[in-house]
């Protein structure tokens, strides 16, 4: 595959996770197997958001037009297929272009690219080898992978990556996964998938970044992270405060970051709310 559906390209300081501060160009890929309408409510209940948005998706022409959510994924666009308009289908030759275009020195130096979504490794793993093999690439050194967890690596993509641990290159890839616990909406069964992300580590550096806001959540957060030792998963493990919207973030951030401290796990803040307002292409 040649091509890939992108909701947004940008260029920003990566706000959360073992990156953060870090200059990165920003590469959200459209397409979500959840919608993580839980987010920001009471235990239970969903938000319609994101629902009431695609009903008047037709009004809006480009991302710098879209509402902020308060509840449910504050990046609703770039999965809902009411807002698939928004998305253009590039071909490689053209992002590449348009991703060194957005670099300071238009050639890669510090910065780190993320591939975001959405939920980056749906089908569009297909194309990562001759994106990340194109010659504008070269210089390019870190690379993430924003992910739920859920999506095991395609064979090609895996191929593609072993050839790395034989010839490596001066590369580091990492696997930043945000598994969804029952506060996202999404049920246990469906996020929480030990051995994809167990597989992860074989390829690359992978983290567990956990979204909550209460002690309950906690509580999952502590079950999700037994269950993801027992399978063998080595790597770290961050708390993240929900609140993709200022007022929400700064209602749990402290709290959060209390928890992580109880309970010796790295916190992890989200910059880009206090620094941008979360704004789409921040
Ligand atoms: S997995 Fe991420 S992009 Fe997909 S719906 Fe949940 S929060 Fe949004």
Redesign the pocket.
């Known amino acids: 595959m040649n091509k890939i559906k992108v909701s947004e390209l940008f260029y920003s300081v990566q706000g959360e996770g073992r990156y953060m501060g870090v200059p990165s160009i920003f590469l959200r890929t459209f397409g ?1 197997n ?3 309408a839980g987010f920001g409510m009471p235990r239970g209940e969903l938000s319609n958001e994101a629902e009431d948005l695609g009903e008047v998706a037709h009004f809006y022409n480009n991302y710098k037009e879209l509402p902020l959510v308060s509840t449910g ?1 504050d ?2 666009a ?2 809902h297929p009411s807002f698939k308009h928004l998305s253009p289908l590039y071909d490689l030759d053209t992002l590449a272009n348009d991703i060194v275009d957005l670099l300071p020195h238009k050639t890669w130096k510090e910065e780190h690219l993320v591939i975001t ?3 980056p490794l749906l089908g569009w793993q297909q194309a990562y080898p001759n994106l990340l093999e194109h010659s504008k690439m070269k210089g390019l050194k870190e690379i993430t992978f924003e992910t ?1 967890g859920t999506q095991p690596l395609d064979s090609n993509f895996k191929k593609y990556l072993s050839n790395w641990e034989m010839n490596p290159p001066d590369r580091e890839i990492t696997f930043s996964v ?1 598994a ?1 616990l029952p506060c ?1 909406g999404e049920t246990w069964d469906d996020a929480i998938k030990p051995e994809v992300v167990c597989e992860y580590e074989q390829y690359g550096t992978a983290y567990l970044k956990f979204v909550i806001s209460t002690e309950e959540d906690m509580v999952d957060a502590q079950c999700a992270i037994a269950v993801y030792r027992a399978a063998g998963f080595k790597g770290h493990v961050y708390l993240m405060a929900v609140g993709g919207v200022e007022n929400v973030y700064l209602m749990n951030n402290k709290n959060v970051a209390l928890l992580a401290m109880k309970h010796g796990l790295r916190y992890s803040d989200r910059l880009q709310v206090p620094l941008f307002k979360n704004e789409w292409g921040t």
């Open positions: 979500c959840f919608k993580c994924c990046s609703y770039s999965w979504g959405g939920e739920n945000s969804k996202s």
